[in-house]
Antibody, heavy 119, light 110 residues
């Protein structure tokens, strides 16, 4: 079955960067887009951006432009999300979520990665 | 892009039906039939419940249904069960070629 497995929890200092990975299995990696969504403690879901694993093109929410980098490694079916200049407000669970070409929904989701930004 | 507007909470007794609204604009909900709904239990990842306004993925109970009128989409849960107690989020594609989520609704089964 399709599975998305994310990297483990991270603790970072303000101003640092974090890189979260999401390894896909059970489907043809380049045939599906991958999104990144985050959820601050007790808050709602926030869409961050999307990557096309086929060519590597990306687009992101205006809020994160210039601060987020999404990449992929087709040899390991893994996508990465790097967020820099971290601040306390970036403390959140970060999810990857698949969507198909021509589809506009997210299924399945990774298990989530908690990123804590604290001095 | 502002979050879509959902009621903070909705409650109902077992067996009853409840409806959650999701209000956006003509640039998102009203402009496309690309509204999806997600269920999230505490500490868990979201789960897709409805896609393209009213379609249910395989394995999702037919007690869940979706609709849309103008700039407002709705999720209805009929025959409410204890296991339906969770947070629910809507999502829509937007004219900026991005996605936006709703503010989220906590469903309580009385």
């Amino acid at each position: 079955q399709v599975q998305l497995v994310q990297s483990g929890a991270e603790v970072k200092m303000p101003g640092a960067s974090v890189k979260v990975s999401c390894k896909a299995s059970g489907h043809t990696f380049i045939n599906y887009y991958m999104n990144w969504v985050r959820q601050a403690p007790g808050q709602g879901l926030e869409w961050m951006g999307i990557i096309d694993p086929s060519g590597g093109s990306t687009r992101s929410a205006q809020k994160f432009q210039g601060r987020v980098t999404m990449t992929r490694d087709t040899s390991t079916s893994t996508v990465y999300m790097e967020l820099n200049s971290l601040r306390s407000e970036d403390t959140a669970v970060y999810y990857c979520a698949r969507d198909g070409r021509g589809e506009n929904w997210f299924d399945p989701w990774g298990q989530g990665t908690l990123v804590t930004v604290s001095s | 892009q502002s979050a879509l507007t959902q009621p903070a909470s909705v409650s109902g007794s077992p067996g009853q039906s409840i409806t959650i609204s999701c209000t956006g604009a003509s640039s998102d909900v009203g402009g496309y039939n690309y509204v999806s709904w997600y269920q999230q239990h505490p500490g868990k990842a979201p789960k897709l419940m409805i896609f393209d306004v009213s379609n249910r993925p395989s394995g999702v109970s037919d007690r869940f249904s979706g609709s849309k009128s103008g700039n407002t989409a709705s999720l209805t849960i009929s025959g409410l069960q204890a296991e339906d107690e969770a947070d629910y989020y809507c999502s829509s594609y937007t004219s900026s070629n991005t996605y936006v989520f709703g503010t989220g609704t906590k469903v309580t089964v009385l």
